[in-house]
């Protein structure tokens, strides 16, 4: 018997769990001796002082990352947005959907970070694969994908040298 509601699609055309490359498998993330308000600050205030020339169009070009967007202005003034931001809650995250070919197209399911009190003067800061909501830090939703690790490793090791820290690299898969 053929389905009686037009909207459901049929069986063949069903959303599937994303594919195994898409598994969050690691988590990249940097410890940092400051209170999340100082954390906050310098990943925002300061983006374009940390963001890796690797994932920008034009290597002295200045980034901003923006409540409404994540933002290329060139030397010569060409303005380029290469994300729009869905979620900037401050001091818990920013989530941002990268337009493709971006970011050396990865992240095609957005990118998140993760701000995280861990005392009143240290936090850590988390980047994840996909779109993170404010306050829905699930454990199992944290992490990044083995096709967005080697963008995820090289964005968020800008800032850890900013910071004069380490980037911390674990392996979710064992756990």
Request: one cysteine or more.
């Amino acid at each position: 018997m053929e389905n009686l509601f037009s909207h459901v699609p049929a069986p063949s055309e069903t959303a599937t769990p994303a594919a195994s490359s898409n598994t969050l498998q690691t988590a990249v993330y940097v410890q940092l001796d400051l209170s999340l308000e100082e954390s906050w600050l310098a990943f925002t205030e300061y983006t374009h002082l940390w963001w890796p020339h690797q994932l920008k169009r034009d290597g002295e070009s200045y980034i901003e990352i923006g409540e409404r967007l994540l933002l290329e202005e060139t030397e010569g003034g060409e303005k380029i947005v290469l994300g729009e931001t869905q979620y900037f809650a401050t001091q818990d995250v920013i989530a941002v959907q990268t337009h493709p070919g971006e970011l050396n197209d990865a992240f095609k399911s957005g990118v998140s970070f993760v701000f995280e009190k861990e005392s009143e003067k240290s936090s850590t800061v988390e980047i994840c694969s996909g779109l993170i909501k404010p306050r829905d830090l699930a454990d199992l939703e944290l992490g990044v994908s083995a096709e967005d690790l080697g963008a995820a490793q090289l964005l968020l090791s800008g800032f850890a040298r900013f910071m004069k820290t380490t980037l911390i690299v674990e392996d979710l898969s064992s756990n």
